[in-house]
């Protein structure tokens, strides 16, 4: 997979904000290292994982911060499109003597001394998987693995799935992975909390461009007074892009005054990290996201006129196709 004969100590991190994707690679890539060359120490640094991936072996060990003095031999990073969205970790990763970046990200800005990005496939734990020996991965390797899968492609339901992560899956699940819990447990089940904010989302979003767009707002007096942070919003996107003639959905939150985090889906036409890279972010065609600042009404306006750009475009070539 990747030359370790000089390398006795490993950093390996994410993104701010770690997904499903993001902490699967990296716990699959902590065991594989780990149980292939005893003589590797690795280390996981994150910022706190939500509560539902606990499930997952390693876990407890991974760190929180950067200690602002240990040089690694080699940091890895995984599922991270650009340098800024290493958070704090970035000071340890400029500190390390080699560096490699894994990722799935069409946007990745190549940051790292080595770059294996792969911008076709559904996760960046499908690109391990398929550069990992498979006789290697151990069952807990397999279920971080599998972990990844699920949650980049919507349990195999958004259009990056492919035959090449089904037949990752099917590999994976022949390792003995309980998938039905993972499901479960790591994807469809909420807290009581994150259903409340869940139906105020949905009670309070809006339609618009002839019903083909759904945007939902959630302000910070809001998240304070329920007493929930990001990690409990991570389905909202996708539940409003399940509503019936919706092409675009948009869900934006308030980290500060005046300060969003957005999440954009699409479903067959749009290409939504066209628009978040338009605003400085970046992601996949049809999942992407950004921050941007100003008014809620104008932050909707300005991803609104990039959609309606797009929409014209495809208008045209419908047109000239007929």
Request: hydrophobic share 35%; glycine share 6%.
């Amino acid at each position: 997979m990747y030359e370790l004969k000089d390398i006795r100590t490993v950093a390996i991190s994410g993104h701010i904000r770690p997904d499903g994707d993001c902490i699967g690679s990296c716990i699959a890539m902590y065991w594989y290292i780990k149980e292939k060359n005893p003589k590797i120490e690795p280390q996981i640094y994150l910022e706190e994982i939500p509560p539902e991936f606990s499930y997952l072996e390693g876990t407890e060990n991974i760190c929180h911060q950067d200690d602002g003095q240990t040089i690694y031999d080699l940091w890895i990073v995984l599922d991270c499109s650009d340098k800024e969205r290493l958070g704090e970790m970035v000071n340890g990763f400029d500190r390390a003597k080699r560096t490699l970046c894994i990722d799935h990200h069409i946007s990745n800005t190549r940051y790292a001394m080595e770059n294996l990005v792969v911008s076709d496939a559904a996760a960046t734990c499908e690109i391990l998987f398929y550069k990992m020996e498979y006789d290697q991965i151990s069952l807990r390797a397999a279920t971080a693995l599998y972990t990844g899968l699920i949650h980049d492609t919507g349990v195999f339901q958004y259009s990056n799935t492919t035959e090449k992560t089904m037949l990752a899956a099917g590999k994976l699940i022949s390792k003995g992975v309980p998938f039905t819990k993972i499901v479960n447990e790591s994807f469809y089940q909420r807290t009581y909390l994150q259903n409340q904010i869940l139906g105020r989302a949905l009670l309070e979003s809006i339609r618009f461009f002839d019903k083909k767009c759904i945007a939902a707002v959630l302000r910070k007096k809001e998240l304070d007074f329920y007493g929930v942070g990001p990690a409990d919003l991570s389905s909202i996107v996708s539940q409003l892009a399940l509503t019936e003639g919706i092409e675009c959905a948009i869900f934006m939150y308030e980290t500060s005054p005046h300060v969003f985090k957005v999440s954009l889906r699409s479903k067959e036409q749009l290409d939504v990290s066209v628009i978040a890279a338009h605003f400085g972010g970046g992601g996949h065609i049809r999942a992407a996201g950004c921050t941007m600042m100003g008014s809620e009404h104008d932050v909707i306006n300005n991803i609104s006129s990039q959609i309606e750009v797009q929409m014209e475009r495809l208008e045209a070539q419908n047109r000239k196709n007929r």
